[in-house]
């Protein structure tokens, strides 16, 4: 079975920009959650979308965004990009039970310039 | 609020030895999940090992034994026969509020396994 795949591995964007993301879970797979990883704050949750709607947001502004399409790939959507955004972007799909671990990808390094 | 501490930064440790990874955690919930993740260099983070707070024993994964002392509010992960390939971060993790897909992550623990 294949695992969870993010693409594109690496993006340089500038200050300013946009940027979008995509994640495709493992089959059978209906929730995807997106994590930040940065050296300083260490992992983050963003948002978690389960059969197309978000269930759960974490604290971030609303420059970052997500959706997630009928046959369960997410993309998540960075506007006017700052600095800061840059980060190892994680996506993670699980099963819907619960105490299902999640199952991650290899991530997104988005380098802001 | 939720927390994990995760207290040491660096281990290191002799290839067929053990080593403990500690992981403290903080939550006024009753029922809880805590997990532990390894993310080699390539960036992807890999599953472990679960613990739910109300399992009987401890949680085993092959090589991997989590140590968990509840009143302590600790989730050690203990692995047995270090090899060269577990030189990794490890963290440990914990659902937010019964969540298992909002997780609360320490800051993680490098190990490097010496031959």
């Known amino acids: 079975k294949a695992g969870v795949t993010q693409t594109p591995r690496y993006l340089i964007k500038t200050r300013g920009q946009q940027v979008t993301l995509s994640c495709s879970p493992i089959s059978g797979h209906r929730s995807v959650s997106w994590y930040q990883q940065t050296p300083g704050q260490g992992l983050q949750f963003l948002f978690e979308?389960?059969?197309?709607?978000?269930?759960n947001k974490g604290n971030f502004p609303g420059r970052f965004s997500g959706r997630q399409f009928s046959n369960s790939r997410s993309e998540m959507n960075v506007s006017t990009l700052e600095l800061g955004d840059s980060a190892l972007y994680l996506c993670?799909?699980?099963?819907?039970?619960?105490?299902?671990?999640?199952?991650f990808g290899n991530g997104t390094r988005l380098t802001v310039t | 609020a939720q927390k994990i501490t995760q207290t040491q930064p660096g281990m290191f440790v002799q290839e067929k030895e053990a080593v403990t990874l500690d992981c403290t955690y903080d939550t006024s919930d009753p029922s809880y999940g805590l997990f532990w993740y390894k993310q080699p260099s390539s960036g992807e983070m890999i599953f472990l090992i679960y613990?739910?707070?109300?399992d009987q024993q401890n949680a085993t994964e092959g090589r991997y034994s989590l140590n968990f002392q509840k009143a302590r509010k600790s989730a050690n992960l203990v692995i047995s026969a270090s090899q060269l390939g577990d030189s990794a971060m490890y963290f440990c993790?914990?659902?937010?509020?019964?969540?298992?897909?909002?997780?609360?992550w320490g800051l993680g623990t490098s190990l490097a396994v010496n031959p």
């Open positions: 613990q739910g707070s109300y």
């Open positions: 993790a914990m659902e937010d509020a019964g969540n298992n897909r909002k997780l609360i």
């Open positions: 993670a799909s699980s099963l819907a039970g619960q105490n299902s671990p999640l199952h």
């Open positions: 979308y389960f059969s197309e709607t978000q269930r």
